[in-house]
């Protein structure tokens, strides 16, 4: 094994520049930029297809739970085969060719489905090729990376993160034909994610012989240690604050998915006042939400700058304390909103919790970080961000079927659980640390 990565760090020397200029940076960092797109068409189109599909808001949370529950299964499970994958074009690649070519096929199908049905199992294909390419992605970055510009590499993630974002809801808000939509976003991330894969060399790993002759891993013990035992083993073993933190954050995105999955199709209904998805106001409501939307991510986009300045003047847990007030505020604020535009400035202020939510909370996290247990914490703390997807899409969806499918209600929901996260934060103590940079 040591001669293997001895191997394997020497071969990195020669094909790796030891530091890497803007352009390398930014090749490796685009291909979020097309992932972006099918997130956004799957956050804007995907409940208002459903609902011209027959579904009430009972079904569109059921189906809605491809999102958490395949990033709670499917990411663990690609990510430990990308791990001891030996192809020859690296351990990455096969992987990211594989999910960008599922998720445009989905897309390119979604638009054209004759049933509810067809149209659940091609989301449920679209959020799994999507977390079969995100897992990979990230990972890829330590694999080719000099070590001393990874942060720099997560950056320019995020940013293309957020330039997608608001690309892709821009764009949504200018097209009325579903099928030129999700086609355009198809071509977006073949394109970026291919232009990543092409222009981003990645090493092969080098086996010795007796590791080419050891037995396949069990798949199931794999996945039931990254699933089960290890996020057990670290939570448990986590200080009460810590542990708090997770549930603050479960909560904030059983929040966040009342907005993501049922905005959609509560400013159509109503802000625009169509009562049938065959209203002349529904089409038109659904083009302002990814408007909306676009909104949303600039402010975020912009906030995300400021943040570094307001921890180092205040502290860590005032600046999130800040954001979620907003994202509550503005959840609560959509049911009052009078008009398009009052939708779109409470979408605005949202956009400030959703920078902080995206960034804290990670930088909380940090600071209880157990020397080389990072990626587990991590991991763990990614299913305090899944489950509570899962428990909102099952459970709001019931909520809202009891008050005459009036859609406000996960915004009131939404509003309060929120609001809740962020009375529970001020419980938290914040350790002294390094401040978010």
Known sequence: MAQALLDNQQHDQKIQPRVWNFWRLLALSIGFLGIQF???IQMGQMSPLLERLGSDPRLTGLISCAGP???????PMIGALSDRCTSRWGRRRPFLLLGICLTALSLVFMPHSSSLLMAAVLLWILDASLNITQGPYRALVPDVVPKQQQA????YMSATIGLGSVIAFWVSSQLTQLDTLFNLGAMAILLAMGATILLTPETPVIQENSEKKEAAPNMFKLLWRSIVVDPLTTFNALPQDAKK?????SMTWFGLMCLFVY??????????????PQDPGYQTGVQWVSQCYAVFNIVCFVFSMAIGPLVRRFSKKWVHTLG???????L????FAPTPMWAMALMGLMGIGWATTLSVPFALLSDYLPGG???????????????????SNLLVGQLIALYDNQTGVAMLVGGVMVLASALMLQSIREKPSLTLS
């Open 332 to 335: 609560l604020g959509l049911w």
């Open 152 to 155: 720099a590499a997560y950056a």
């Open 324 to 330: 979620l007030t907003c994202l509550s505020g503005g």
């Open 263 to 276: 905005v959609s199709v509560f400013i159509p209904h109503q802000i625009f006042g169509a009562k049938t």
């Open 373 to 391: 247990k990072e990626g587990v914490l991590m991991g763990t703390f990614n299913i305090f961000i899944a489950a509570p997807g899962v428990l």
């Open 38 to 40: 099918g997130w956004a």
């Open 245 to 249: 933190l997770c549930f603050m954050h």
């Open 69 to 75: 529950v395949t990033g709670v299964f499917v990411q």
